[in-house]
C-alpha cells in the first residue's frame, strides 16, 4: 500500500489534468479516438463502424480482445444508440457480456471504455487503477461504504465515482477528469509489476 497517495482537492485535480495535457502520447491517442467515436463513426448501427472501433480501441489500451469480430457483432445487436443517449449505466455490464464460441467473456474494462468514448463526461472509465485509487481512498478517508465487487457494477461504480467526487468538493470537474485523475495517480502509486514470478 502507498503511504504518499494525495489527498484529492480542486488543486491536486487540477495538476493532474495539466501533467495529463503534457503527455503526448495519450493525449493523441485520446484526440485520435475521439475523432473516430464523436466525428467519423458516432453511430453503431453498422458492423463495419463498430469493428473500426473495436480495434483501434483494443490497440490503443491493449484490451486482449482476441476476438474483435464477435464483440463487434455482439454491440451492433444490441443496438445501443439510444442508451448510450439516454445515459443508461445499466448498458455497460450487458455490453461487457460476450459469447465466444462456448464461452462467455465479461469485457467489463473494455466496455465502459467503448461507452465512455462516445460519452465520456457521461461514462467515466473503469480500469485497475481506478479500482487502486478509490479502494485506497475508501480504506483511508472512508469516503463511502462499499465492497470491491460492487466496482464491478457499472451502477454501484457510478455511484461510488459520485461520492468520490462530492466527499472531497469536486463537483467543479466532470466524471472524466476526474477518471483521468484517479488514472494518473494509480499509474504512479500502484504501478504495474512486470517481469517474471519466481
Not at 455497460?92 to 463526461?121: G, M, Q, W
Not at 480504506?139 to 454501484?156: I, Q, R, S
Request: hydrophobic share 35%; charged share 25%; glycine share 4%.
Amino acid at each position: 500500500m502507498a503511504n504518499n497517495v494525495v489527498t484529492p482537492s480542486p488543486i491536486i485535480i487540477r495538476e493532474h489534468l495539466e501533467l495529463w495535457n503534457t503527455l503526448e502520447n495519450y493525449t493523441l491517442q485520446e484526440k485520435s479516438l475521439n475523432h473516430l467515436f464523436i466525428e467519423l463513426c458516432p453511430k453503431n448501427d453498422t458492423i463495419e463502424s463498430i469493428l473500426l472501433k473495436v480495434s483501434c480501441l483494443n490497440d490503443f489500451y491493449s484490451t486482449n480482445i482476441f476476438d474483435t469480430y464477435s464483440v463487434a457483432r455482439h454491440i451492433l445487436k444490441m443496438n445501443i444508440d439510444s442508451r448510450l443517449d439516454g445515459s443508461d449505466y445499466s448498458l455497460v455490464n450487458e455490453l461487457a457480456k460476450v459469447s465466444i464460441k462456448t464461452r462467455e467473456i465479461n469485457f467489463y474494462s473494455f466496455a465502459s471504455k467503448y461507452c465512455s468514448h462516445h460519452k465520456p463526461d457521461t461514462f467515466p472509465i473503469y480500469d485497475s487503477f481506478v479500482e487502486k485509487m478509490l479502494i485506497h481512498y475508501h480504506k483511508t478517508d472512508k469516503f463511502d461504504n462499499f465492497k470491491k465487487g460492487d466496482l464491478k457494477n457499472y451502477e454501484k461504480f457510478i455511484e461510488i465515482i459520485k461520492k468520490f467526487q462530492n466527499t472531497y468538493g469536486l463537483s467543479g470537474f466532470s466524471l472524466r477528469e476526474i477518471d483521468i485523475f484517479l488514472w494518473l495517480a494509480g499509474k504512479k502509486y500502484f504501478p504495474k509489476k512486470y517481469g517474471k514470478k519466481s
